[in-house]
């Protein structure tokens, strides 16, 4: 969170987690963001489910491994780095 400053507002319990896709300090939605992130994170093949208008929720199933976990992280921060990219550009 502390490198993407995309990410807004992260939440949840256990192995539920919704995280919040902010364009600003002041909180102003990234609706556009999060959208292109879900297919951003699509192509690479990490299923992310979209949830209200500009947040998304990791929901893994609960036999996942950490090796799986590891994966998902560095496709995670593949597709956020590409959709700030596109941001900066």
Do not use: Y
Not at 72 to 88: G, H, I, P, R, Y
């Amino acid at each position: 969170q502390k490198r993407h400053p995309l990410m807004g507002d992260v939440r949840g319990m256990g192995l539920m987690i919704g995280i919040e896709f902010v364009k600003d300090a002041k909180k102003t939605k990234a609706k556009e963001e999060s959208t292109q992130l879900v297919l951003e994170a699509f192509k690479r093949g990490l299923l992310l489910l979209p949830c209200g208008e500009n947040s998304v929720r990791l929901c893994p199933a609960l036999s996942v491994t950490q090796d799986q976990c590891d994966v998902m992280l560095d496709v995670w921060e593949e597709s956020l780095a590409a959709v700030e990219k596109q941001m900066n550009s």
